[in-house]
């Protein structure tokens, strides 16, 4: 089946999925096969070792880029290391702009790991974006929304500027999935997924993928693919394919969710700040509304009485479990400061300590609401 005209719900279901040639199973086989038998030297059918390709993978890599309308894509072991794979094309001499609300891993992983040349900025700022930018800038760095402040930032503004000065724009995607934006098409060179998170859905796979029309930076990432071996097994790709199918449907119900999160947290008097894009009064409400098809699951807040106040509401809740990561059909609760931004802990990116971070699921929507109040109301 060609993917050419069809919707995204359908090529979320059937893109890089043909019934099996061999038995005619709908489902793409899981090929747990380390290596592949060759016709002779030098002759296979596309595959010839693990690491270096796979068909489950292969089926997950076109299914998503056909989502992102990429014409290339790749799959990877986890978010980090698809991103370690983008930020190792950037020259010990060249200059990288990142949020300034950044993923702390991301932070991590350009500022700890890989030693780059960095600066933070708001890219909601475009004065700020001049000031920041340097001769040697080559990279920018974009996530939208933000994790964990869901701050939006004008993809095609920050593109095209980055465009102008002969730098790539790399769009962390993870927060809106393509069902909700379409970096590319808004002039990004790579989109970027963690899919651990909304793509799988389901909180049992670590992945991550990188989506692009660049066929050079395609063939670069390819090398680092098979030469640094941070390669998704073929179960995991498995897992991946599955949650994409109904990812369309999913995320129509987190958005459904959060935006009565948001309403609820907005008139709490124990909440001093909410961040939430989907709100009309958002600073990233505007953008939001041009870029994207809704405007998310996630949800965070600033709970008046500071850290002690939020680690109280967060030890309070029973429908919303407290944890890491996010994106998938449980709804979660989590501390940053303590918990997933601690290692940005005295730096420029360090975050509020009454912040709360919301992972809104598809649950029963009375069920979320009754359960975030009874852990307010008696703040």
Excluded at 244 to 252: C, F, H, I, Q, S
Aim: one cysteine or more; glycine letters at 10%.
């Amino acid at each position: 089946m060609s993917d050419e005209g069809l919707g995204f719900e359908t090529r979320a279901i059937h893109a890089g999925q043909a019934p099996d040639p061999v038995t005619g199973a709908v489902v793409t086989p899981v090929y747990l096969t380390s290596t592949f038998a060759q016709e002779a030297v030098g002759t296979h059918k596309g595959f010839e070792y693990g690491r270096t390709a796979n068909p489950t993978r292969a089926a997950l890599e076109r299914c998503l880029a056909s989502l992102e309308g990429a014409a290339h894509g790749l799959a990877f072991g986890s978010g980090m290391a698809a991103s370690d794979a983008l930020l190792r094309q950037v020259l010990p001499t060249e200059h990288v702009l990142i949020p300034h609300d950044a993923y702390g891993g991301t932070y991590r992983l350009v500022a700890r790991v890989l030693g780059l040349d960095h600066s933070t900025v708001d890219f909601r700022d475009m004065a700020a974006l001049d000031a920041a930018w340097r001769d040697n800038t080559m990279l920018v760095w974009i996530e939208t929304p933000t994790n964990p402040l869901l701050g939006v930032v004008d993809i095609g503004a920050v593109a095209a500027r980055a465009h102008e000065r002969g730098a790539r724009c790399i769009v962390d995607n993870t927060f809106a999935t393509p069902y909700l934006q379409r970096p590319l098409a808004l002039g990004a060179d790579v989109a970027l997924h963690s899919t651990t998170k909304y793509l799988g859905g389901h909180s049992d796979v670590v992945g991550g993928f990188a989506a692009t029309n660049d066929g050079e930076l395609a063939a670069n990432l390819a090398f680092l693919q098979n030469a640094a071996g941070a390669v998704p097994g073929p179960f995991d790709c498995y897992l991946v394919l599955r949650g994409v199918k109904t990812l369309p449907v999913r995320m129509d119900r987190h958005c459904h969710n959060a935006r009565a999160v948001a309403e609820l947290l907005a008139d709490h008097p124990a909440v001093s700040e909410v961040h939430y894009p989907g709100l009309a009064d958002d600073p990233g409400f505007a953008v939001a509304a041009k870029q994207m098809r809704d405007f998310g699951g996630m949800v965070s807040f600033i709970v008046r009485g500071g850290e002690a106040a939020a680690l109280e509401v967060c030890a309070r809740t029973k429908v919303f479990t407290l944890a890491e990561s996010l994106g998938a059909v449980e709804s979660l609760i989590e501390h940053p400061a303590r918990m997933t931004h601690a290692s940005v802990a005295g730096s420029p990116l360090a975050v509020d300590p009454g912040l709360v971070r919301l992972s809104v699921g598809i649950e029963s929507e009375a069920d979320l609401l009754h359960d975030l109040a009874q852990a307010l109301d008696t703040l």
